[in-house]
């Protein structure tokens, strides 16, 4: 079900800090960071610090219930993957590097993250990054 009022309502229903201009909060192993219109939820690993997280699922959750899913990778971290896939033999080698819902960003971290995802939302270019999976409403279709 998608969450009804303001950002500032939503951040103190849901136990959110409000952080310059955006509301974040935990919620269970998800980070989530409310903008106007959008939710961008992330499943950092646990005990990981925020502005080191160089690898983590997310999906961008609309006011309407669209979602879109994400991976985002930093450019490091496809470095280093594709580094040990060579001595693994995984992907040729390290040859390649795939990612259907993926996203390549050049500084590791939450915020750098977010500030990309926003770009991506306001452009409109979200829909050639992510996949769309549906209404938060609809998981039981």
Not at 2 to 14: D, P
Not at 25 to 33: A, H, I, K, L, N
Request: proline share 2%; charged share 25%; aromatic share 12%.
């Amino acid at each position: 079900m998608a969450r009804q009022g303001t950002s500032e309502e939503l951040g103190s229903a849901f136990g959110m800090e409000r952080r310059g201009a955006r509301d974040v909060m935990w919620d269970g192993p998800f980070y989530r960071v409310q903008r106007d219109g959008y939710e961008i939820c992330f499943v950092p690993d646990a005990g990981e610090a925020l502005e080191d997280v160089c690898n983590v699922d997310m999906w961008v959750i609309f006011a309407d219930g669209l979602r879109w899913s994400g991976t985002i990778f930093t450019l490091a971290e496809v470095q280093r993957l594709m580094d040990r896939w060579a001595t693994t033999g995984e992907e040729l080698g390290g040859s390649f590097f795939t990612c259907w819902d993926g996203l390549i960003v050049r500084d590791a971290g939450i915020s750098a993250m977010v500030r990309v995802v926003d770009h991506l939302v306001q452009a409109g270019e979200y829909e050639t990054v992510f996949r769309p999976i549906g209404r938060a409403d609809s998981d039981a279709d």
